[in-house]
């Protein structure tokens, strides 16, 4: 399964930290705003998309071994 992550403009995604909305994008880095506490803070693209797909995997993992 070949999962494809694209950051946008105004999305709102999570990582590990929660959730945080895209401001901005600089080089290979997202500028984002943190939900929890408003926190800004320039992250890594290639990690994000990483640490997405990791979530993703053990999300479905766990709802696979529910049923």
């Known amino acids: ?6 950051f946008e403009l105004g999305g709102r995604y999570r990582n590990r930290l929660g959730w945080y909305k895209v401001l901005g994008f600089r080089k290979n880095e997202l500028i984002v705003r943190y939900e929890k506490d408003g ?4 992250l ?3 990690l ?3 640490i997405t797909k ?8 766990v709802s696979t071994n529910q049923n």
């Open 48 to 50: 994000q998309i990483r």
């Open 39 to 42: 926190r800004k803070d320039n």
């Open 44 to 46: 890594d693209i290639e």
């Open 54 to 61: 990791n979530m993703n995997w053990e999300e479905a993992r």
């Open 1 to 6: 399964m070949t999962e494809q992550i694209k």
